[in-house]
């Protein structure tokens, strides 16, 4: 009974085929075992070994040993397997941090392909005419002044400090010297400031107390005017006009300036002929629903 089941097992085609599966599976292995399957190759440059080597003395000072240059290219190897492996697997795919890297890579790459050469005179000079405000330097003012801590006096302030303009404008021909002593103090402001442009002015007082110091008389004390921190009374000592500087002299600071915009005029029209070579299909209707405040489930019915 039990050679008849076996000779019956022995003649079944599932069985021959299953067979056959794992004779064709074991003569695979043979061929391609690890003796003869091709590996890649990851190669370790004469200009390489000299690359790390100049890093290793950059970053330490001095050359490194036989034992530090081995672990140096022992951390290569590991980064350049490490790295290969992760595109086989796929890893770069879906990424946000690699995709923008490599579209920042690309961005660079093509503006220094695209900008090359010093500009032509003629063309900085037009780019500096076409820009000349930026360039221009902003009035200067050196003052002095009286401060009212606003969180100290609340609403005598104004009482005070008019009392002290009033005091100070009373003695004909008051100096600049005849507010010291006066008022509050803060460790943040100074009575007095030399040769201080607007643009510095106002990031220490603010905005408004700039453009009403600009309206004050030179030689006499005035006021008060308001600042973040409360009230001041002014003396102008000396004021220098704004100007247009010649290009010779911001010359370092145009150039930089009209670098950074061909640079950007440039990836603006590489880009534009990579755009030229997609057909772009965006679902409108979508968009309009996701715009609208419908959710993408919606969108997508």
Known sequence: MVRLSLKRLLREPLLHFALLGVM???????????????????????????????????TWQRPPTLGELRGAIDARVREEILYREA????LDKDDTVV???????????????????????????????EHAERYREPARLSFSQVFFNADRHGIETDAKAQTTLQILTATENASATAGQG???????????????????????????????ITELQTGQWQGPIASGYGLHVVFIKERTPGRMPALTE????????????RREEASK?????????????????ALSRVASGGSLAEATR
């Open 182 to 212: 006066l008022g509050d103090h803060l460790f943040t402001i100074e009575p007095d400031y030399f040769d201080h442009s607007l643009p510095d002015i106002a990031r220490t007082f603010g905005e408004e107390f700039a453009d009403r």
């Open 87 to 90: 595109l086989t697997m796929g």
């Open 269 to 285: 029209a590489f880009y534009a002929r990579l755009k030229e070579r997609y057909d772009i299909v965006i679902d409108e209707t």
């Open 24 to 58: 064709i599976f074991a003569l695979n292995a043979w061929l391609n075992g690890p003796g003869t399957q091709a590996r890649p190759r990851l190669d370790i440059t004469p200009a390489e070994i000299e690359h790390l080597r100049t890093l290793w003395q950059r």
């Open 99 to 129: 995709r923008r890297r490599l579209m920042q890579k690309l961005e660079f790459l093509s503006e220094d392909i695209l900008v090359t050469g010093e500009p032509k005179a003629e063309d900085l000079e037009a780019y500096f005419r």
């Open 250 to 261: 911001v010359r370092e600071a145009v150039l930089r300036d009209y670098e950074q915009a």
